[in-house]
């Protein structure tokens, strides 16, 4: 049975803190993965990943891909209130992981 | 600006009552999805279709139907309401060949109580 798991469930840290969201999968005909930000209601892209040890990277947000060991990870370097979020890891279409609530606090 | 619209951002409906819910995009997108989303428990997918008239079951079907008569219309039925689907439901829509395709783009969600 496909699966994806995200690590930790929930995190709370400070501004200017880094963090590091994990997701780890088993899927048949792995083609790609893909990250998104859910703030309020819709979530909302922010990388696909298809290759392992490509670093995908946007401002202080950035991601990369292990094939070999089935895992991603997304960082966030000196994190802002408005990094607060759920972030939700994809395998698209069909499976999300439960997603990690991150809050950070002023 | 790619767009996907759902008809209600809130419901409240009485139990037993046939409820549907509506979601349009206008991206000319062949896939479409529904998604409940409860705490603890992420996004769980309902139905999805590829296609105009098709439809495929997801993980937790049970108590849902769909339909697909036009390809930007894809419509949650919940033939009779029970409190357990109340939940925050999100449809999304997706290009891409074959049926994993490429980046969603959600709607705002739908939060349904059923009383």
């Known amino acids: 049975e496909d699966k994806v798991v995200q690590s930790p469930l929930s995190l709370v840290v400070h501004e200017g803190d880094t963090v590091t969201l994990n997701c780890s999968y088993e899927?048949?005909?792995?083609?790609?993965l893909l990250w998104y930000k859910q703030e309020k209601k819709a979530p909302t892209f922010l990388f696909m990943l298809?290759?392992?040890?490509i670093e995908k990277k946007s401002g202080r947000l950035s991601s990369i891909l292990d094939k070999k060991e089935l895992f991603s990870i997304l960082n966030i370097t000196a994190t802002q209130t408005g990094d607060s979020a759920i972030y939700l890891c994809d395998i698209p279409l069909y499976i999300f992981g439960t997603g990690t609530r991150l809050k950070v606090l002023a | 600006d790619v767009k996907v619209t759902q008809s209600s951002r809130y419901l409240v409906k009485r139990t037993g009552e046939k409820v549907f819910l509506e979601c349009v995009q206008d991206m000319d997108h062949e896939n479409m999805f529904w998604y409940r989303q409860d705490p603890g428990l992420g996004l769980r997918l309902i139905y999805f279709s590829y296609d105009v008239k098709m439809k495929e079951k997801g993980d937790i079907p049970e108590g849902y139907s769909v339909s697909r008569e036009k390809k930007e219309r894809f419509s949650l039925i919940l033939e009779s309401a029970s409190t357990n689907q109340t939940s925050m439901y999100l449809c999304a829509s997706s290009t891409g060949s074959g049926l994993r395709g490429t980046e969603a783009f959600f709607g705002q969600g739908t939060r349904l109580t059923v009383v």
């Open positions: 298809t290759s392992s040890g």
């Open positions: 899927v048949t005909n792995f083609r790609s």
